[in-house]
């Protein structure tokens, strides 16, 4: 189904920008299209030290490109820096803003959504090297992630100078994109699918039965709760 959502509206001199995560490396295997002139594939963020190499942005991206004789556009950047200053100032390079300036003009973008406690948002939390207290904090408050962006049940970011400290399009920047296709899978995932549903950070949803069958459930509980 998210491969279709990809595929079935592709037409030439288009770009399609994509994070990250096992459900994304499944959705693009199964990506297949006759060669469209023009097509540009990119990354919404920079590269996770800590992931394997067949669900990171820039190998996600490759398959991609190869499956729908596309050109790849990679950004050679870390995802999160020290501070703001470093982020900056990384922007100013004109490899790293070409890139990003691409995806912010894509078509489509292709995100996967974190989730409360998920294996893979705690690997992208793993990324900031937060104090054990301030990592605390957060691990509590967040309801999931799009891109290394942090946000709350409501779909707001949770805190700004963790986000400062991004290389990626925020997720106002992402929104903006005229077609944006959330992928998530597995009952881990209801917090933050529920949580980027109720700010339309994503206008197509495609997961799995587990996931649908947890988010009914959850919200079927909040309800009677605050009936």
Known sequence: AAANAVTSELKPNQTIAISWGRGLEATVLHCKKESIPGLKITQLMGALSNV???????DIGRTLARNLNATFVPFNAPVVVSNQKIRNSLLEESQISQVLDLARHANIALVGIGSHASSSSEMVLDEFHLPEKERSLIGAEYAGDIAARFYNNAGKIINAVMD?????LSLEEIRKIPRVIGVANGTEKVLGVIGAARAKLVDALVIDLACAN?????LATTEAVSA
């Open 214 to 218: 947890s988010i009914l459930k959850f």
């Open 52 to 58: 394997g190499t067949s669900v990171s942005a820039d």
């Open 164 to 168: 400062s400290r991004v290389i990626g």
